[in-house]
């Protein structure tokens, strides 16, 4: 079955430490994003690839980094930069570059949880 | 003021009734997207649409560019369409997804 996986579902963080989302797809999709979203707002970018090596900054990209070593996967690490990190993470593909209206697919997401 | 609005923010509605939730925005757009999130978090796609309207089974989803605004109709509710809708445009300078906060949406039986 095609799809995006993410992983863990849930994860715990204490303070001070670095932890990194899983994210992987397996649509062929050249495109994949990163959103954070927080009760009473809407999904933010925080990154986003149109192709392997290459990524670009969303609206809230400041205490996150990513990585894009293989189409099939984009890992976004949280560091101890980001304020305030509990929130749910989605990981999201389209088919085409981003910028460009497409479809996009998004994975089942991860909620951290800074204690 | 959020370049995406959506309106009613909740919404409760008994079995079988017919529902509309409503979407306007501020800026210039390529196309909307209609997405549903159950309460285990996941987003689903509905529909994208640049003009006109669209139909899968029981949702319809209409779009007035020259109104900027757009209507998601569901007909004959039940209670597993119990989720959060959210109405996202692409636009703006960089044509990226700008998303609404979403319209939590209750279905009694």
């Known amino acids: 079955d095609g799809g995006i996986t993410q992983s863990p579902k849930y994860l715990f963080r204490k303070e001070g430490q670095n932890v990194t989302l899983s994210c992987e797809q397996n649509l062929n999709h050249d495109a994949m994003y990163w959103y954070r979203q927080d009760p009473g707002q809407g999904l933010r970018l925080i990154y986003y690839?149109?192709?392997?090596?290459?990524?670009q900054k969303g609206d809230i990209a400041e205490g996150y980094s990513v990585s894009r070593e293989k189409k099939e996967s984009f890992p976004l690490t949280v560091t101890s930069a980001q304020k305030n990190p509990t929130a749910f993470y989605l990981c999201?593909?389209?088919?085409?570059?981003?910028?460009?209206?497409?479809?996009?697919?998004f994975g089942p997401g991860t909620r951290l949880t800074v204690l | 003021k959020n370049e995406v609005e959506q309106s009613p923010q909740n919404l409760t509605a008994q079995e079988g009734e017919f529902i509309t939730i409503n979407c306007s925005y501020s800026?210039?757009?390529?196309?909307l997207h209609w997405l549903q999130q159950h309460p285990g978090g996941g987003i689903v796609s509905l529909f994208m649409l640049s003009s006109g309207k669209k139909k899968h089974g029981r949702l319809i989803a209409t779009i007035n560019i020259q109104e900027k605004h757009s209507s998601l109709h569901i007909t004959a509710s039940h209670p597993r369409d119990s989720a959060v809708y959210i109405c996202a445009v692409y636009g703006g300078a960089t044509n990226k997804l700008i998303f609404g906060t979403g319209t939590l949406l209750a279905v009694q039986p």
């Open positions: 999201a593909s389209s088919i085409g570059a981003a910028g460009r209206a497409d479809t996009q697919y």
């Open positions: 800026v210039g757009i390529s196309a």
């Open positions: 690839s149109q192709i392997v090596n290459d990524f």
